[in-house]
């Protein structure tokens, strides 16, 4: 009882924080453009991005710590556990310089890569200033998460990211208003990243014995390249557009494609959280072989994920180009309404959450090394796309080369788990995909009958609107549900109930 309080504390509390995050996430560009400009937008965007390139370094190593401190923690073996955070410390530690090297690099040469009216020393030293946060997130605080993490209390570590969220927002934003120089703010907003490790390391040395003498392991650190391919290829492939914007476009339009992604981002970081809960469940009936079940749990975890993506995706086509109305209103130095952009962005993401079940299908079964090949295509058509496609369409070009490579890799996966795993008919995929879209194409219809589309030009009728979008959405849906998917709700139902009597 005590391990199912934790889980769902657990979820519950890292839910809180992604809604906090990207809460923060729309508030502070929003203040930013309002007092800088879109250009400084797309700035300090652009260097995050490029700082970011760090996690490259990192390799696929939080998985492995991870995996090797569940067993210590079981048996409360603090010798090990101590060899592993050791080991893992050190390493970590080693990245942080690695970083220190990498953003000199990035502050020497990004200034000659941009467009903007500022001067060299200024890029350089914003470049320095943003790469603190990053820097003591390697160095200071990773370590200590993955140590909660596996011993279930990540809720401690989502309460101390909220705290320093909530911090980070409420003061920047009062200098951002009070337009005090972008360095300045980005240098106080890391003086108060320092108080993440604290509170970790505060945490940590009352609840848990670390021996800091034990020594290394070096066999641990030997495993990081099992995951390595994996995490590079879908590293490169989630931070390819800003990059190729940031160098061949202008950081205005870096500042508005990171207007739209972050209503996408929005509903990617919803449908991937929702979609935690059921990898564990299919990794434990994969293992035991149990077919028919698994099928059945990875239905209804299909259609759970077509329910919601369909829903966000289909109210976001509905309302996306007024919340860009009412957000970016009194922003005149740039055009960020642009339809054929946000209608791409929104198909290449929805493609993206609905690819979830059959990605996290081929990890539960360990078919880590057979999809890798998936992962990397993925990474590379999204480059080469993107790139020859930028030339001719602008940031267009960027979202059709997202959109190409995401559908590939859905297709791929699918195809995957036809032959290897789950040995599904094609029709289950195709039957889902028409189905919503039939129910996005009737709620459109609807909408355009029954709900006003002018003047929402206040957020409170924006907020009005949204909720009567939202209602006529789900009602078609869930009317198409009892039409079309009665006989496998009925299964799950049955099983449900099942696994009450026998718990």
């Known amino acids: 009882m005590e391990s199912k309080n934790k889980t769902l504390l657990n979820i519950v509390m890292f839910l809180i924080f992604q809604m906090v995050l990207i809460i923060s996430n729309f508030i502070i560009p929003r203040i930013i453009l309002l007092n800088y400009g879109s250009e400084i937008n797309g700035l300090v965007l652009s260097i995050t991005q490029f700082l970011n390139y760090i996690n490259l370094f990192e390799g696929g190593v939080s998985g492995v710590v991870l995996a090797a401190l569940y067993k210590p923690l079981s048996e409360n073996n603090i010798d090990e556990i101590s060899s592993v955070i050791k080991t893992a410390e050190l390493f970590f530690k080693k990245i942080g310089k690695y970083f220190l090297i990498y953003t000199i690099g990035i502050a020497v040469l990004f200034p000659f ?81 320092i108080l993440q490790p604290l509170l970790y390391t505060y945490y940590i040395g009352k609840r848990y014995i670390i021996k800091k003498s034990k020594e290394i392991n070096n066999s641990l650190l030997a495993q990081r390249w099992e995951g390595f391919g994996i995490n590079i290829a879908a590293f490169i492939h989630n931070n390819t557009d800003i990059v190729l914007i940031t160098l061949f476009l202008t950081l205005k339009d870096v500042s508005v494609y990171s207007i739209y992604y972050l209503i996408v981002y929005g509903i990617k970081t919803i449908i991937t959280s929702i979609s935690t809960g059921f990898s564990p469940i299919l990794g434990n009936l994969y293992a035991k072989n149990k077919k028919t079940k698994l099928n059945i749990y990875f239905g209804i975890y299909e259609y759970v994920i077509y329910f919601f993506s369909f829903l966000f995706f289909s109210v976001a086509s509905e309302n996306i180009f007024s919340f860009i109305e009412n957000y970016t209103r009194g922003v005149t130095d740039t055009e960020y309404h642009r339809v054929v952009f946000a209608y791409l962005m929104i198909l290449s993401y929805l493609v993206f959450c609905l690819r979830e079940p059959y990605i996290n299908m081929a990890y539960s079964s360990g078919a880590f090394k057979k999809v890798t090949k998936f992962a990397y295509m993925e990474a590379i058509i999204n480059l080469t796309l993107s790139l020859i496609f930028l030339k001719y369409f602008g940031l267009c070009g960027v979202a059709i080369g997202t959109l190409i490579s995401i559908l590939y890799r859905t297709l791929a996966q699918i195809y995957f788990l036809r032959k290897n795993i789950l040995y599904r008919r094609y029709s289950f995929f195709l039957k889902n995909v028409i189905i919503f879209v039939l129910a996005w ?63």
């Open 113 to 193: 890569f941009v467009k903007i009216n500022l001067s060299y020393f200024y890029i350089l030293i914003l470049v320095l200033v943003i790469s603190i946060s990053i820097f003591i997130q390697y160095y200071y605080a990773l370590v200590w998460k993955l140590l909660l993490q596996a011993d279930k209390k990540s809720y401690v570590s989502s309460y101390i990211q909220i705290f320093i969220t909530i911090l980070l927002l409420m003061i920047s934003a009062y200098f951002m208003y009070k337009k005090l120089d972008i360095i300045f703010v980005k240098m106080i907003s890391a003086g108060i990243f």
């Open 441 to 503: 194409i009737i709620s459109h219809q609807i909408i355009k009958l029954l709900v006003n589309e002018e003047n929402i030009n206040t957020w409170l009728k924006w907020t009005i609107y949204s909720i009567k979008v939202s209602t006529i959405v789900f009602i078609v849906q869930i009317l198409i549900s009892i039409l079309f998917y009665r006989k496998q709700l009925k299964k799950y139902r049955f099983l449900y109930y099942n696994k009450l009597k026998r718990n």
